[in-house]
């Protein structure tokens, strides 16, 4: 097809015609994976929550702390036109929280995978592998949240939101816009508390030493701080009465061993499954299984930043899913898939170029 360009045309109409090919296939390409991924998600998981109880603030705690997504479901949902809309469907589509919920993960799935485009552009310098290998993270993301892998197949209507929003802040670390990672992390922090593992990251990427890291970015790791906190605080003080879970797959109680049920504990269920061979194969796939090849690539990855980020990351996230998450069900790895996603293209990049691969610029 991109013969038939007329050779006469000058040359800058035949680079925005191959231009708008590459983008139409790349965006056609994004919105079908993300519309797939969408529907799977919602038809082939098994719900946890109450989705009309989360989007009216009424799940148990520690759920409802993760609230962004309640609000945007509730502001859209609430429309007369998605309501007619969707009494026209079949169901479970029928239900307009449903269908918005539907709508929302195709559009966080597509603004995710966009977003490591972007985060592998930055690292690696070139725009034409990062298209191609930004597929990477969405096949993760089908191991981490959808496939058998996830023990249970569990899904939680803020897993696909918060996936997007942890991927918007690390690529603003990345491209080292402190401004929009605030508000990147603000958003982020109001959709889950994972969010402050974007604070150990933005240490590890900022790291020199610690005289220096708190005289240059003193003020601003307390500032965000400050506003993980306040974040915290202010959802306590709306959804503080609400019930408490005691135990996961347990009816909701008042009250609850952990301060304010800001988590769950797992640390003895998880401790009995680590010493099960059965789990083993699962827990291995997390992030996608894209531990593995940084992992072999490891000599490749030639950025100081990153290496040092993928260090410190994952044994905390490992230490802090013991104790509450439920290991069993990897999408609570699945955060760090922007981590990985991008160390692997990084690792891809340096190999294909010690093969003769020649960069197509930034």
């Not at 013969?3 to 035949?14: E, F, H, I, K, L």
């Not at 708008?20 to 998981?45: C, E, N």
């Not at 969010?195 to 708190?214: A, D, K, P």
């Amino acid at each position: 097809m991109l013969d038939t360009v007329n050779p006469a045309a000058p040359a800058g109409s035949r680079w925005n015609y191959r231009t708008a090919i590459r983008v139409g296939l790349y965006v056609t390409v994004l919105a079908v994976i993300s519309s797939h991924f969408a529907v799977s998600y919602l038809t082939g998981t098994n719900p946890y929550l109450n989705l009309k109880d989360y989007v009216a603030g009424n799940a148990p705690l520690p759920f409802q702390y993760r609230a962004l997504t309640a609000w945007l479901l509730s502001f859209v949902s609430d429309n007369a036109l998605v309501q007619a809309l969707a009494g026209r469907l079949p169901a479970p589509f029928s239900q307009p929280e449903q269908l918005v919920l539907l709508l929302v993960v195709a559009l966080a799935m597509g603004c995710f995978i966009e977003i490591i485009r972007r985060s592998i552009a930055l690292v690696t310098a070139d725009r034409e592998f990062a298209t191609l290998s930004a597929f990477i993270a969405p096949a993760a993301a089908y191991v981490s949240y959808i496939a058998l892998a996830n023990t249970y197949r569990l899904s939680y209507p803020y897993d696909i939101p918060s996936l997007m929003l942890f991927s918007l802040g690390y690529y603003f670390i990345l491209k080292e816009d402190f401004l929009a990672f605030a508000l990147a992390f603000l958003a982020a922090s109001l959709s889950r508390e994972t969010s402050f593992f974007l604070l150990v990251i933005f240490v590890g990427h900022r790291w020199t030493n610690w005289s220096s890291l708190l005289r240059r970015d003193g003020l601003r790791l307390a500032l965000l701080v400050a506003m993980f906190s306040a974040v915290k605080l202010a959802l306590y003080f709306m959804y503080g009465t609400n019930l408490r879970e005691s135990a996961i797959g347990h009816q909701p109680t008042p009250t609850s061993g952990i301060p304010g049920a800001i988590f769950v504990p797992q640390l003895m269920q998880n401790l009995d499954n680590l010493a099960s061979p059965q789990y083993w194969p699962s827990l291995l796939s997390v992030v996608g299984w894209l531990w593995l090849p940084v992992l072999l690539g490891w000599r490749m990855l030639d950025r100081a930043d990153v290496r040092r980020t993928l260090l410190i990351v994952p044994p905390l996230w490992l230490a802090a899913m013991l104790i509450a998450g439920r290991i069993t069900e990897v999408r609570v790895f699945g955060e760090m898939i922007p981590l990985f996603a991008a160390a692997t293209a990084l690792i891809a990049k340096n190999w294909l170029a010690q093969h003769g691969y020649r960069n197509r610029g930034a």
